[in-house]
């Protein structure tokens, strides 16, 4: 057993009518729904056994500023009546073998750049000896640098279970990662608002990054998930996180919201609190 100091959000859910579709749409997430219906979900079909356990990469996804994993894992550590949830820890290696992420236990030194965060775990199909993990992370403060060729290699499962608490299996599971077309489109500021400044939004397959500044410092966290893009159809949606920063009096927010390129978006919206609404175009 480990002591485990790992960010993520828990997330169980049952089989629905949507879940027959493809990967991931348990997570709720329009962005990804989006994106996995236009084919940007890969389908891997990679198994790997270690320690006991078989995991199978059934599918990736990854875009711009995202990454996803759906894994079908398959071990004796799995009763149905026990099990609630279970999260990994692993290395992400470009095709240079650089590791350009990681998401490590507080045991264990920090390697990498640390790119994602936030990461989301759900639990789906869980049965005896097998269930499925879904996760997803976003990268809100830089673009993801190209997958092609990369390899992520989980090191460690922690299941976690209402009589022994949490088991942790060290283990060796290596999948090579061959992502899709990733697509991007820029956009700028229409207008100009009074102590709020764009500085970044790029739009991509499942998600859309947004960095901008404000002329003040907040420190209530939750100030920044009352953002909102809002598209032409005055839908809103919301940031899962934010990497934020003060300087100076001054506070830059940066921001990965569920909404994607396939979607209709010639003109879109940010919505600050306390600021008039930033009107974003298309970048020519």
């Known amino acids: 057993m480990a002591t485990i100091a790992l960010s993520s959000a828990i997330l169980l859910t049952n089989d629905t009518a949507l879940a027959k579709l493809q990967a991931f749409l348990g997570f709720n997430d329009s962005g990804l729904n989006t994106a996995s219906k236009n084919g940007d979900v890969q389908y891997v079909g990679q ?21 996803g994993l759906q894994l079908n894992i398959e071990t004796e550590e799995i009763q149905m009546d026990d099990l609630y949830f279970i999260d990994m820890e692993y290395l992400l290696y470009n095709a240079q073998g650089e590791v350009i992420d990681a998401h490590l236990s507080d045991t264990k030194p920090i390697a990498g750049p640390l790119m994602f965060s936030g990461n989301s775990y759900q639990l789906k199909n869980l049965k005896k000896n097998a269930a499925t993990l879904e996760m997803l992370a976003d990268s809100s403060s830089k673009a993801v640098p190209s997958l092609d060729g990369a390899r992520i290699a989980i090191e460690t499962i922690h299941f976690h279970t209402n009589k ?121």
Not at 47 to 67: C, G, N, P, W
Not at 193 to 202: D, I, K, R, S, W
């Open 164 to 284: 022994e608490g949490v088991i942790s299996v060290d283990g060796e599971w290596a999948f090579d990662l061959q992502p899709g077309n990733i697509e991007t489109q820029d956009f700028v500021a229409e207008n100009e608002v009074v102590g709020l400044e764009l500085l970044q939004a790029t739009l991509t397959n499942g998600s859309m990054h947004i960095s901008y500044k404000i002329n003040r410092n907040v420190k209530d966290e939750n100030y920044y998930f009352d953002t909102a893009l809002i598209n032409n159809s005055n839908v809103e949606f919301f940031p899962n996180g934010a990497n934020i920063e003060y300087v100076d009096g001054y506070t830059t927010i940066n921001s990965v919201f569920p909404y994607s390129i396939w979607n209709e978006h010639d003109t879109l919206s940010l919505s600050v609190d306390g600021y008039e609404k930033l009107r974003l175009i298309k970048k020519e």
């Open 47 to 67: 198994s790997q056994q270690s320690e006991d356990i078989k995991i199978t990469m059934e599918h990736f996804f990854s875009d711009a500023y995202r990454l």
